[in-house]
């Protein structure tokens, strides 16, 4: 906006000005005074507006009367009328989802949460020895593009062929390159306890850590309810960890229930309490700790109160499920009247959940009322699907957020 107003005096000689512009501007309908601070930058206080507002003045000097140029500010427009003055909204990154075989149905769980995700398909063969024979359809087609791998390493055979697809796809050019992998396998093995123990984790982290660095730098690693947050150290300067958790999800579900305001956590021992309690601090707390009694480790109720209460044992992961059911009884023994299970990754090799019978009501030491399990693990997904106690909360909302970070 423009208008042409009486010459101004040298700034030097008169800093202060107050001005009235003519009745036929067409800038001011009803003319007030303009009070101008002439200094190294004009800015003046409009008293025609209904909230006064300070404005920027550029002014063309070298001829009689000076023209001058008003500008509302930045900083004195309010940040929800951004959108009216056409200012860019910030939009959702394109992301090309690539899977492995067995994350199929996660990968479509993840692209139903948002338009942004697009599934691109990758042909996964053998060659007659064995080996594999893997085609990346469309490989130019993501040049320039924020490309991401959803990975299972649920088993020792099926990691080669996937860190294969995980070194390639980084050097296509593409604009970014994140990895997602919900379980990190051997997680539990990450210390030594005597001399000529490997620690497994470690061995893992370091092949991950030399991913190739993609046009945008380092790969991010999407890893979920890692074992021990210290295996973040681990991993070395050409890969970015950022470690997510299924304890929210399982917060949602626990709101849900008809009993929300009896839950009581349980933690089976005092590491998942570490890992665990200050997401959930505002859930009254059990701990159980295992002792040694001879050859035999038990568990043991270390603190907290489970009378009358519906109680819901949480820890990172399951295996053969031995000590989530030694906590069951050490809990109904005390007086929960209800025991349900979380554990973000459900492994449960030689199909260990079959140990695990439903309370329908009455006898938690005999049976769950819940286990709830995420989908992180495809192969136990399938098999434990329709059966109760068990109940699937699916990471797919969480990773289609953790794809645009």
Not at 42 to 55: A, R
Not at 155 to 168: D, K, N, R, T
Not at 323 to 352: D, M, W
């Amino acid at each position: 906006m423009s208008t042409t107003l009486p010459p101004l005096s040298s700034p030097s000689k008169n800093p202060i000005k107050t001005l009235k512009p003519s009745s036929s501007s067409s800038l001011f309908p009803n003319p007030q005074k303009l009070r101008f601070s002439v200094k190294n930058r004009i800015q003046c206080e409009l008293g025609s507006f209904d909230n006064p507002q300070n404005w920027t003045i550029d002014c063309v000097s070298g001829s009689d009367p000076i023209h001058i140029i008003l500008k509302p500010l930045h900083s004195s427009i309010p940040m929800a009328s951004n959108a009216a003055l056409g200012s860019p909204v910030k939009s959702s990154k394109k992301v090309c989802l690539f899977y492995c075989a067995e994350m199929k149905g996660l990968a479509e769980r993840i692209a139903s949460e948002s338009d942004a995700i697009e599934l691109r398909s990758i042909t996964w063969r053998t060659f007659d020895d064995g080996f594999p024979n893997l085609f990346i359809s469309n490989a130019h087609g993501i040049r320039g593009q924020h490309v991401a791998f959803l990975a299972s390493f649920s088993s020792p055979g099926v990691i080669f062929e996937q860190l294969s697809v995980i070194y390639a796809l980084p050097k296509l050019f593409v604009s970014s390159f994140t990895l997602v992998l919900p379980f990190f396998p051997t997680g539990t093995s990450e210390r030594m306890e005597e001399e000529g123990d490997v620690a497994t984790a470690f061995t893992l982290a370091t092949i991950l850590s030399n991913i190739p660095i993609s046009r945008g730098g380092p790969t991010s690693l999407v890893i979920f309810d890692i074992h021990a947050l210290q295996e973040r150290f681990y991993f070395g300067d050409n890969v970015l960890p950022c470690f997510e958790s299924g304890i929210p999800m399982l917060k949602n579900r626990l709101q849900e229930l008809p009993d929300s305001n009896n839950i009581s956590i349980a933690f089976p021992d005092d590491g998942a309490w570490k890992r665990f309690h200050k997401q959930l601090q505002h859930f009254p707390m059990i701990v159980c700790a295992k002792v040694r009694e001879g050859d035999q480790r038990i568990v043991r109720l270390k603190e907290g109160d489970p009378r009358g209460r519906h109680v819901v044992i949480v820890d990172d992961l399951v295996q053969s499920g031995g000590t989530l059911i030694e906590c069951q009884k050490v809990l109904a023994k005390h007086g929960a009247t209800k025991i349900s299970a979380y554990v973000t990754h459900g492994i449960f090799p030689n199909r260990s959940w079959e140990r695990f019978k439903h309370d329908n009501g009455g006898c938690p030491e005999n049976g769950l009322t819940y286990f709830w399990i995420t989908d992180s693990c495809p192969v136990t997904v399938r098999e434990v699907k329709n059966r109760a106690p068990f109940e699937v909360l699916s990471l797919a909302s969480s990773i289609a957020a953790a794809l645009q970070i």
